[in-house]
């Protein structure tokens, strides 16, 4: 996947993030820039994704994965 970076920086005040681990199984995270990083539910995860206003996407690649698909969105 394809995208532009944003040539400024934002400000945001959490990021949500969707990564795989090494045995492939997903991880859902929450993190407050400079404070913490939470462990979330899938379900907490969708909720955000599908009801917050989001600023940007960030995909994450996996080299030679092409399966897998991992993402950062800030809000």
């Known amino acids: 996947m394809k995208y532009v970076p944003s040539p400024i920086p934002i400000h945001y005040h959490l990021l949500y993030s969707a990564t795989s681990n090494k045995s492939g199984r997903m991880q859902y995270h ?34 030679g994965q092409d399966i897998v698909f991992q993402l950062e969105f800030y809000v």
């Open 30 to 63: 929450k993190v407050k820039p400079g404070v913490s990083k939470e462990r979330i539910s899938r379900s907490e995860f969708i909720r955000a994704y599908n009801e917050m206003p989001i600023l940007a996407i960030m995909p994450i690649p996996l080299k």
